[in-house]
T-cell receptor, first 112, second 114 residues
Framework: DQQVKQNSPSLSVQEGRISILNCDYT??????FLWYKKYPAEGPTFLIS?????DKNEDGRFTVFLNKSAKHLSLHIVPSQPGDSAVYFC???????????FGKGTRLHILP | ETGVTQSPTHLIKTRGQQVTLRCSSQ?????VSWYQQALGQGPQFIFQ???????GRGNFPPRFSGLQFPNYSSELNVNALELDDSALYLC?????????????FGEGSRLTVL
């Protein structure tokens, strides 16, 4: 039973355009969400997070939006750059600690 | 400041064998978590160690076991290997505080079971 769902296995976006990666969750007890980025042959690295008391968190080119009523969050990357090509994982802590549930990931391809 | 290091990076075992994977946590971190990432899947939580004791376990059978040492490094042991155990095993360290911590992952150990 997937509690964190990323329904798009891959996404291709033109360089300079906006990339939007989507994530849905089923557990209404989740109150904190994270996005991780993974390059081949490397471990995932933390990208950005959002608490459920907010509906938006911004860090440079990266913005995460949270819609609690829809149990949906999205990661926006503007403008997209070639180095953004990677797999992006949406994740949530099980009990507000370090035990994290991950989605299956979305592979983002930035096209030149 | 050294990051999370894992060894070995790749290994091949046959069904029924046992394997030990090792992880050195990031300097200053006292919590180590292990994740299994099968092909096309996201990382799945195996278990976590804090102060040398298991502190939570995911949906994995007892043949998956672990240790954490006084220097916070850790081992993951898998007995009676099965073909489905083929995966990337990721170690992540963090600093246990009152709230949610970010995980710092190693590059992983890729296990192939034949």
């Amino acid at each position: 039973d997937q509690q964190v769902k990323q329904n798009s296995p891959s996404l291709s976006v033109q360089e300079g355009r906006i990339s939007i990666l989507n994530c849905d969750y089923t557990n209404s007890m989740f109150d904190y969400f994270l996005w991780y980025k993974k390059y081949p042959a490397e471990g995932p690295t933390f990208l950005i997070s959002i608490s459920s008391i907010k509906d938006k968190n911004e860090d440079g080119r990266f913005t995460v939006f949270l819609n609690k009523s829809a149990k949906h969050l999205s990661l926006h990357i503007v403008p997209s750059q070639p180095g953004d090509s990677a797999v992006y994982f949406c994740a949530a802590p099980m009990n507000r600690d370090d035990k994290i549930i991950f989605g299956k990931g979305t592979r983002l391809h930035i096209l030149p | 400041e050294t990051g999370v290091t894992q060894s070995p990076t790749h290994l091949i075992k046959t069904r029924g064998q046992q394997v030990t994977l090792r992880c050195s946590s990031q300097s200053g971190h006292n919590t180590v978590s292990w994740y299994q990432q099968a092909l096309g899947q996201g990382p799945q939580f195996i278990f976590q160690y804090y102060r040398e004791e298991e502190n939570g376990r995911g949906n994995f059978p007892p043949r998956f076991s672990g240790l954490q040492f006084p220097n916070y490094s850790s081992e993951l042991n898998v007995n009676a290997l099965e073909l489905d155990d083929s995966a990337l095993y990721l170690c992540a360290s963090s600093l246990r505080l009152a709230g949610v911590g970010e995980l710092f992952f190693g590059e992983g150990s890729r296990l192939t079971v034949l």
